[in-house]
């Protein structure tokens, strides 16, 4: 998720655990301790950027790391307060304040290594990584439970208000997305299409509108379904597979073919221009409906510079003037109308 609302959560489990005896201070170490997962991305920057796509969410979003660095920082803040607060409290914070963290990120398309250092991938794929549904109002009940005296009643309520609502928005998700489905293969029959390998996955800011994709052996379909109006049979997009040529691509250090296809969980497709070769992991989708039709881009994957057959270079790909082109009135309506 977004580092606002890994903060607010972090806070909010803080609050929770240490709030009635520190006050303040309590969601002001669990924001710290719910944002020390991702300095990830610091080092991810010093690998190949196909190794740091791996290396973030990684160890720092592991049950090890939590356990590791929960006693280290309690100890070290037991100190800095010389003692005035148990030790015992403060390893409890920052042990929730960052295992929730990678917790939360399970719930989205990118996932974490949980169980690092097993070679694995936790992700429920429900929530988007930025939903202002889920972290607004989870910040509201926060920002009043803050307000009130650290002994009061109404300030845990407000806290752990925030935290009902927010498991619940996850949990909605959860049921959300295991009925769409459900029934993913009917909806691409009505589109008559005779796909497998169905998944899906939450569109961008929020959890009423999803994107379904599938296959067939030439092509993949990315479908729509909102939870509040029937499926709509004619709005699906293909993209023709060109999965061989990912494989036929070489490297001057170690080849990064098998990477890219864990990486996008097979889900994917490859397309040459000139001397850039681009590998588009399809779990993110396409832009077709967040620019109203006017692009059909796939919205993530890389770049790659390639001269006599070698790759040179390789970079993230997001499409040029992704935000400028999203048409938000086109894509809101969507959500709510056919």
Partial sequence: MDSLTQIVLGAAVAEAVAGRK??????????????????????????????????????????????????????????????????KMWIKLFFWGIITHPMLDMFTNYGTSFFWPFDMRIKFN??????????????????????????????????????????????????????ILSNATLYFSESHLKTRNAMVAPMPFTSFYWMMLAEDDSNYYIAYKSIFYDYNAKEVDTIPKHQKELFQLKWPDKNYSKQLEFISDGYYTTATEGKHFYFYDLRFGCVSERTGGAKTTPVMGFKMVVDNGIVQKTSRFVPSRALKDFNFGFYFNKIFHP
């Fill in 22 to 87: 520190i006050g303040n201070k309590a969601p002001l170490w669990g924001a710290i301790a719910g944002t020390i997962p991702d300095l990830d991305v610091i080092f991810s920057g010093l690998y190949h950027p196909i190794d740091g796509a791996l290396v973030h969410r990684g160890l720092s979003h592991s049950l090890l790391f939590a356990c590791l660095m929960a006693p280290i920082l309690g100890w070290l803040v037991h100190k800095l307060y010389k003692e005035k607060f148990e030790r």
């Fill in 126 to 179: 429900t929530v988007f990584i930025i939903d202002p549904l889920y972290t607004v109002p989870f910040m509201i009940c926060l920002i009043i439970a803050m307000f009130k005296a650290r002994e009061s009643a109404s300030r845990r309520k407000w806290n752990m208000g925030g935290i009902i609502y927010s498991s619940s928005y996850l949990l909605f998700g959860v049921i959300v997305k295991l009925l």
